[in-house]
C-alpha cells in the first residue's frame, strides 16, 4: 500500500513539473508563427521568406547552444538534491556568464556569420535583402536568449517549470503587441517584426531576473564571485556540455516536415523522461526546502 502510494506521489511530482514545461515548448515555435502571420498581411511572399529563413537561421544558431539549458538543469538539479546552496547559486551565475560571452561573440561575428549562411541558402535578391535586415536587428537579442536559456534550465533544475512557462507565455504576448503596433502604427514591415521578437526576448531576460531576484533573494547572500570562474568548476561545466554540444550539433541541420506532429510529440514526451530522472536523483525527501539548511 506504502510502496503505491509512494509511486503514485512521484508519478503526480513528475506531472506537475513536466506539465508546465510541455507548455514553455509548445509555445516557443509561435513566436515565429506570429511573425509570420503579421508579414502574411503586407502583400508580397518575399516578406514570409525573409522572415521563415530568418527564423530558420537563429532556430540553428540557439539549438546549438541549448547545452547551456539542459547541462544547467542537470548540474544544478544535483547541487539542489545534495542541498549545496552555494554550488547552486554558483551553476546560475556561471551558465548565464557563458551564455553572455557566446552571445558577445555571435554579436561580433555577426557579419561572417551572415555570409555564410547565406551561401548555403538559396533565396532570391529580395528575400535575401529583407532575411539579412531581420537578422542585423535580432541578432542583438543573443545575449537575451542566450541568458535565458541559463535561467531556464536553472529553474528546471530547482523543480520549478512554471516560472519558464510564465516567461514564455509573456515573451509570446509582448511579441504580438510589439510587433503588431510596429508594423500596422508606424508602417514598418520586416524591421517592425524583428524589433517585436527583439523585444520580447528582452522582457523575457527581464522577466527571468526579476522572478529570481524576487523569489530566491535568499540566495543572493551566498554569491561569491571568486569561486565562480574556479579552474576545476569551469572544467567539469564544459565536460558535461561537451557532449551535448556536439550531439546539438550533429543534429542542427534543417530537415523537411510536412506537419507539426513531430516537434508537437517531442515537446510533450521528452520533458517525462527528463524530469523523472531528476526526481529519481531528489526522491526519499533530499529536495527538501533548501532554506531549511542553516
Excluded at 539542459?70 to 556561471?94: D, H, I, P
Excluded at 551535448?244 to 506537419?259: A, G, K, N, Q, W
Amino acid at each position: 500500500m506504502n510502496k503505491q502510494m509512494h509511486i503514485s506521489n512521484g508519478n503526480k511530482r513528475i506531472l506537475q513539473i513536466a506539465v508546465p514545461s510541455i507548455i514553455s515548448n509548445i509555445t516557443v515555435p509561435l513566436l515565429g508563427l506570429v511573425d509570420v502571420t503579421i508579414v502574411g498581411h503586407l502583400g508580397s511572399a518575399a516578406y514570409i521568406g525573409a522572415i521563415a529563413v530568418g527564423g530558420m537561421l537563429f532556430n540553428i544558431i540557439y539549438w546549438i547552444f541549448g547545452f547551456l539549458r539542459m547541462g544547467t538543469s542537470g548540474m544544478t538539479s544535483q547541487a539542489f538534491g545534495q542541498r549545496n546552496l552555494e554550488e547552486v547559486t554558483k551553476l546560475l551565475l556561471r551558465s548565464v556568464g557563458v551564455g553572455l560571452f557566446i552571445a558577445l561573440c555571435l554579436m561580433t561575428l555577426q557579419y561572417p556569420i551572415q555570409k555564410a549562411a547565406f551561401a548555403f541558402i538559396q533565396t532570391s535578391d529580395e528575400v535575401e535583402r529583407l532575411a539579412t535586415l531581420y537578422f542585423r536587428i535580432c541578432i542583438w537579442g543573443a545575449p537575451a536568449m542566450l541568458g535565458l536559456y541559463g535561467f531556464a534550465g536553472w529553474f528546471i533544475g530547482m523543480q520549478n517549470s512554471r516560472f519558464p512557462m510564465y516567461i514564455a507565455i509573456t515573451q509570446n504576448i509582448v511579441n504580438i503587441l510589439a510587433s503588431l503596433c510596429f508594423v500596422f502604427l508606424f508602417g514598418m514591415k520586416v524591421e517592425g517584426v524583428a524589433l517585436g521578437t527583439l523585444i520580447a526576448q528582452y522582457a523575457g531576460f527581464l522577466m527571468a531576473l526579476l522572478l529570481w531576484l524576487r523569489y530566491y533573494k535568499q540566495l543572493r547572500k551566498r554569491v561569491h564571485w571568486r569561486g565562480i570562474w574556479q579552474k576545476q568548476a569551469m572544467y567539469r561545466f564544459f565536460q558535461v556540455n561537451r557532449d551535448i554540444f556536439l550531439r546539438t550539433l550533429c543534429r542542427s541541420r534543417p530537415r523537411r516536415s510536412s506537419t507539426g506532429c513531430k516537434h508537437f510529440i517531442n515537446a510533450a514526451v521528452y520533458p517525462l523522461f527528463i524530469y523523472y530522472g531528476w526526481i529519481c536523483l531528489c526522491r526519499r525527501g533530499t529536495c527538501r526546502s533548501l532554506y531549511r539548511r542553516r
